[in-house]
Antibody
Framework: EVQVLESGGGLVQPGESLTLSCAVS????????ITWFRQPPGKGLEWVST????????YHADSVQGRFTVSKDTSKNTVDLQMKSLRVEDTAVYYC???????????WGPGTLVTVSS | EIVLTQSPATLSLSPGERATLSCRAS??????LAWYQQKPGQPPRLLIY???KRASGTPSRFSGSGSGTEYTLTISSLEPEDFAVYYC??????????FGGGTKVEIK
């Protein structure tokens, strides 16, 4: 059974840092890219970052470029999202999801809430 | 960035009725479009990919159609569990994936 689970969310102040983690199981981790999305409360979905299947290539949305870093640990089956210089507008539920190979997303975690507020 | 515009924002229907949701793109998508269903407190669920292909477990009452810049999700006969928010997502401009703003299907 495929399982995806995010952790690490919480309340931080503007300018602070936070690292989210996505733990996956039930499929060959090295064969699938993983993507982070976010959803501000009551709003729509936004692509944040993608790490390739092997972990050698990463991509970030312009809104987080230079502040967020995504990485894949194939020995632990985890994907981390390091977030620095957090802003109020980064407040959202953050989801990680498995790329099915066609850049659609067939398995999602339940999400973790990040709140940036003073 | 490819902008996806969904309409209507809200659709008020009764169980058993037909739902027609629209997604219009600012550029040609070459059918690289998916539809997701999201219920409160849950992550999105993939329903349709490549414009008309049903994902594993998607009931046959859900169908996708369209081409170019205009795409449609149709629910032939609404079941109680279908009342939710629906999003379209494009991958034509990978990795810069974008979503539409969503259509809420609510009980009339």
């Amino acid at each position: 059974e495929v399982q995806v689970l995010e952790s690490g969310g919480g309340l931080v102040q503007p300018g602070e840092s936070l690292t989210l983690s996505c733990a996956v199981s039930g499929f060959p981790f090295i064969n699938f890219a993983i993507t982070w999305f976010r959803q501000p409360p009551g709003k729509g979905l936004e692509w944040v970052s993608t790490v390739s299947a092997t972990g050698t290539k990463t991509y970030h949305a312009d809104s987080v470029q230079g502040r967020f870093t995504v990485s894949k640990d194939t020995s632990k089956n985890t994907v981390d999202l390091q977030m620095k210089s957090l802003r109020v507008e980064d407040t959202a539920v953050y989801y990680c999801a498995r790329d099915d190979g066609l850049s659609y997303f067939d398995f999602w975690g339940p999400g973790t809430l990040v709140t940036v507020s003073s | 960035e490819i902008v996806l515009t969904q309409s209507p924002a809200t659709l008020s229907l009764s169980p058993g009725e037909r739902a027609t949701l629209s997604c219009r793109a600012s550029e040609y998508l070459t059918n690289y479009l998916a539809w997701y269903q999201q219920k409160p407190g849950q992550p999105p669920r993939l329903l349709i990919y490549d414009a008309f292909k049903r994902a594993s477990g998607t009931p046959s009452r859900f169908s996708g159609s369209g081409s170019g810049t205009e795409y449609t999700l149709t629910i032939s006969s609404l079941e109680p569990e279908d009342f939710a928010v629906y999003y379209c997502q494009q991958r034509a401009n990978w990795p810069r994936l974008t979503f539409g703003g969503g259509t809420k299907v609510e009980i009339k």
